[in-house]
C-alpha cells in the first residue's frame, strides 16, 4: 500500500471517528465527547494538510503541533472526566 492511500484512510477514519464523539455529545452533553470530537477533527485536518505539504516543506513541522494539540485534547478531556468524577464522589460520600 502506499503512504497517500494510508495517509488518506487514516484521515477519513480520524474524521469518522470525530463525528461518532460528536454524536455521542449531542445526545450527552457530555464534554469529554465533545473535546474527543474536536481532537479527532485536530488529527483529520493535520493528515490532510500533510497530504498537500512537499517532503521538505518547513510548513510540516507546524502541522505536527496540530497533533500536540489533539493529544493535548484528548489528555484535557480524560484528566477533566476523572476530576469531576472524584469530586462527585466525594460528594456523595460525605452526605
Known sequence: ????????ATMVASAVIALFFLRYWSETR??????????????ALSRLLLAFLDE???????VY?????AFALILA??????????QASRGASTH
Do not use: C, Q
Open 77 to 86: 478531556a480524560i484528566v477533566e472526566k476523572n476530576r469531576s468524577h472524584r
Open 56 to 62: 521538505e516543506d518547513e510548513g510540516r513541522v507546524l
Open 30 to 43: 457530555d464534554r469529554l465527547f465533545l473535546m474527543f470530537a474536536g481532537g479527532f477533527f485536530t488529527f
Open 65 to 69: 503541533m496540530l497533533r500536540l494539540v
Open 1 to 8: 500500500m502506499s503512504a497517500e492511500f494510508l495517509s488518506g
